[in-house]
């Protein structure tokens, strides 16, 4: 028989492994996506809660003023689900789920979806008012990267 101290360690063990992909996201997502605005944004930096409230609708104008013009990727984008993980805690599908609620009752409407890190890119770059987010190597001629911390 183990020692009831041998099977907490193993169950505690056991739960931090199945933790670890939860935990990783941050870091990981680090190198999953990349944020983008308009060239004539003056806009440096934002915090992952900045990112989260203004993709979720709750940040609707920026700092300076002006509306704020998210756009997202298709939720089966797996540059949405990296940035979903990271700033939103979790995954893409879950965000979708939440707006689809939100729709169906009348209360809120998610940000509009390009189909494509290009298309995303084009919006943005023809939109001062816009945020966005595409994968790492993009073309992002146009636009300007925004440090997330």
Not at 80 to 106: C, E, K, L, N
Not at 135 to 141: H, I, L, M, Q, R
Request: aromatic letters at 8%.
């Amino acid at each position: 028989m183990v020692p009831r101290a041998a099977r907490l360690l193993h169950g505690a063990l056991l739960a931090a492994a199945l933790a670890a992909p939860w935990g990783a996201a941050p870091a990981a997502a680090q190198t999953g996506f990349v944020v983008i605005v308009n060239e004539s944004n003056p806009l440096q930096d934002l915090s992952r809660q900045q990112l989260a409230d203004i993709f979720m609708r709750r940040m609707t104008t920026w700092p300076g003023g002006g509306a704020i013009h998210p756009v997202d990727l298709p939720a089966v984008s797996e540059t949405r689900d990296a940035f979903s993980r990271a700033v939103h805690g979790r995954p893409a599908a879950a965000v979708a789920s939440y707006w689809g609620q939100q729709v169906f009752a009348g209360r809120a409407v998610p940000p509009p979806q390009r189909p494509t890190d290009r298309a995303v890119v084009e919006f943005v770059r023809g939109d001062a008012a816009s945020i966005g987010y595409v994968a790492p190597g993009s073309a992002t001629v146009g636009v300007k990267t925004v440090a997330v911390y």
